[in-house]
């Protein structure tokens, strides 16, 4: 059967029952995730693995070597990144030999070859009018992935097989084997590099939460030249079907974006509660002047009973952010402009803290640091509009999960107290 027709078929199948299979997990049911999807730090998400398996060589002459006798061993390694759950990318090393047939058509006996035109063969190596080629490969190649499974299934990060096509090109190198004599009978030291391209499916099947067993099948395509021969086609072919594991770092999942909390439907509350607020600062400001006037009549011979005093103490006062925001909207002004109005303005002598903070799940160390202080330095400019000698702590948290540790939004927050 046609080596290209059979790993067409394959790779059809493989789709299909991948489609079919996408929502197949190991273990108990899980949630199914879609994004939009958090962005994780640089270095989460990585992944290393090694394998090993055969190369089948496919050039115009090889068809004359019995199929067995044409495989040789493969090995890979290589070191990759899950940018989404459903794209990443690999880079990595696949080799080491590779086995053809140099055919001699008009010999019954077979001939030495013309080595300006073959560097691969040996003379001693006959075989059925001609000769067994044997060459080491190296091939170093980028891979863009896409995973099926994750894109039409949903995320889940406990699905028991991933299934992942790939595209790649990269640098390809032959070489003489160790055991031939490198310029005998004028042969040149042959070493031939050049660009090929590659297509494979990537198939995942989870052990655990950090190790994957790997079954990877992919096809190579070469120039005609590359074995060492010219036989009347544009290309080479190279089949390879590779077994390994691969390791997960960590971060090793991915989670669901946030849709930004939207409290506008809550702003009527607000303001009755803030009307509502104004209302027993005044009654209270009634009741101190009432106070006052008790006390001044001390010393008249009447008895006059002056209950304990007590202190206003101010609520903390919290504005949240959505996701990467450091902007304020006309909403969370005014009620910043109220709270300076009415809680700071009436306890001068208190010292307000007031803490910026971005929520530590998300978002690099720096991008945290730098969108706590950014969110803290929108309060404040608020706070210095309104006017008034206010004591002042300014803390910029960057990155945390002091607020909350299962909401991660409540951690992106400005607090006053």
């Known amino acids: 059967m046609n080596i290209k027709k059979l790993f067409v078929t394959a790779a059809v199948c493989v789709f299909a029952f991948a489609s079919a299979n996408a929502q197949v997990i190991k273990g108990t049911e899980a949630q ?230 939207d409290v506008s439907s809550y702003t009527s509350k607000i303001n009755d509660l803030n009307k509502s607020l104004q209302d027993i600062n005044a009654r209270n400001k009634k009741l101190q002047e009432d106070l006052d006037a008790e006390k001044a009549k001390e010393g008249t011979g009447k008895t006059v009973y002056v209950p304990g005093e007590t202190k206003y103490e101010p609520a903390p006062f919290a504005v949240y952010f959505p996701l990467g925001k450091s902007t304020l909207t006309e909403d969370q002004k005014n009620s910043i402009k109220y709270f300076v109005e009415t809680s700071m303005a009436n306890n001068k002598d208190r010292v307000f803290e007031i803490a910026g903070a971005a929520d530590s799940a998300t978002g690099s160390a720096k991008t945290n640091e730098r969108l706590g202080q950014a969110r803290l330095d929108a309060v404040l400019n608020i706070i210095k509009a309104c006017g008034g000698n206010y004591k002042i702590s300014e803390k910029n948290l960057g990155g945390t999960m002091e607020f909350s540790q299962t909401d991660k939004t409540l951690n992106r927050v400005v607090v006053i107290k």
């Open 32 to 261: 199914t995730l879609r994004g939009p999807y958090e962005t994780n730090r640089l270095f989460d998400n990585i992944f290393f693995g090694v394998a090993g398996g055969v190369n089948l060589y496919q050039a115009e002459q090889d068809h004359h070597l019995s199929f067995h006798r044409r495989l040789s061993p493969a090995v890979q390694g290589y070191v990759g990144k899950w940018i989404t759950p459903s794209f990443g990318i690999r880079l990595g090393y696949y080799g080491i030999k590779a086995r053809g047939f140099y055919h001699n058509d008009d010999a019954a006996t077979p001939a030495p070859p013309a080595w300006s035109g073959n560097a691969y063969v040996d003379p001693a190596d006959s075989y059925d009018y001609g000769y067994k080629q044997h060459f080491r490969i190296h091939y170093v190649r980028g891979d863009l992935m896409w995973n099926i499974s994750n894109a039409i299934g949903g995320y889940r990060a406990d699905r028991f097989w991933d299934i992942a096509p790939y595209i790649g090109a990269g640098v390809a190198q032959n070489c003489i084997p160790g055991k031939y004599p490198k310029l005998a009978e004028g042969r040149p030291n042959s070493r031939n590099s050049e660009i090929a391209v590659s297509a494979g499916i990537y198939n995942m099947f989870r052990v655990c939460s950090a190790l994957d067993v790997t079954l990877d099948i992919t096809h190579t395509l070469f120039h005609d030249t590359f074995d060492g021969q010219k036989a009347g086609s544009r290309r080479d072919y190279m089949t390879t079907v590779a077994l390994g594991l691969a390791y997960q770092f960590k971060n090793r999942e991915f989670s669901r974006a946030h849709a930004p909390v």
